[in-house]
């Protein structure tokens, strides 16, 4: 099956700096790759996506690149800000079968003011 | 437009007793995952629901749990017999039926088990 590992696993930044968070997978099949947010005590939001006819998509301060020859994809964020804190987790999962995501095991990202 | 809901959001349960967690999707959601996520670790899918049909259940283990998405009401994930183990967050999400690949995320029942 699909294995997706994220790094790092903690991030410190200083407000203003822009923060970065890698995560490769195995299954070459894979083309819908989302990121989502989660805040303490609170589930996940879908924060960007993007699928494999893409190389890069961004939204904002926000952007996820892609490399389907490395099997990597990465989240972008510029111009960090304190609400940016919060734990986040890539995602991986194939067309013929949607239903069944794959996560990272999480970025805990520290936005210092 | 609401959006995932799910109930309750804290549950704490004794060794050996049943817990029953709920789900309600957001309007106009046909599809239903629940997912398990353990302190400091990912989410790991357990099982994908649409109304009336479990679709893929390869996730959840396959002794104590069960899962339902009846015509009318929410979903239920059933945990009969509780261990320690369970201990977990358990997170619903839900899809359109348009776009299955997009899953929005309620706010999960954390369960513990004494």
């Known amino acids: 099956g699909e294995n997706v590992e994220q790094h790092p696993s903690t991030l410190s930044v200083q407000e203003g700096d822009s923060a970065v968070i890698k995560c490769t997978y195995s299954?070459?099949?894979?083309?819908?790759f989302p990121w989502y947010k989660q805040e303490l005590g609170k589930g996940p939001q879908l924060i960007i996506d993007?699928?494999?006819?893409?190389g890069e998509k961004k939204d904002q301060r926000i952007a996820v690149t892609l490399n389907k020859t490395a099997k990597h994809f990465s989240l972008h964020i510029t111009e960090t800000q304190p609400e940016d804190s919060a734990v986040y987790f890539c995602a991986a999962s194939r067309a013929d079968n949607f239903n069944k995501f794959y996560f990272g095991s999480g970025t805990k990202l520290n936005v210092k003011p | 437009n609401a959006g995932v809901m799910q109930n309750p959001r804290h549950l704490v349960r004794r060794r050996g007793q049943e817990a029953r967690l709920r789900c309600s999707p957001m309007k106009g959601h046909s599809h239903v995952y629940w997912y398990r996520q353990l302190p400091e670790e990912g989410l790991k899918f357990m099982v994908y629901?649409?109304?009336?049909?479990?679709?893929?259940e390869s996730g959840m283990p396959k002794e104590r749990f069960s899962a339902e998405f009846p015509k009318e009401g929410p979903s239920i994930l059933r945990i009969q017999q509780v261990v320690r183990g369970d201990s977990a967050a358990y997170f619903c999400?839900?899809?359109?039926?348009?776009?299955?690949?997009?899953?929005?995320f309620g706010p999960g029942t954390r369960l513990t088990v004494t």
């Open positions: 999400a839900s899809s359109p039926r348009d776009r299955i690949y997009e899953q929005y």
């Open positions: 299954d070459s099949a894979s083309n819908y």
């Open positions: 629901l649409q109304k009336e049909n479990i679709i893929d």
């Open positions: 993007i699928r494999s006819n893409v």
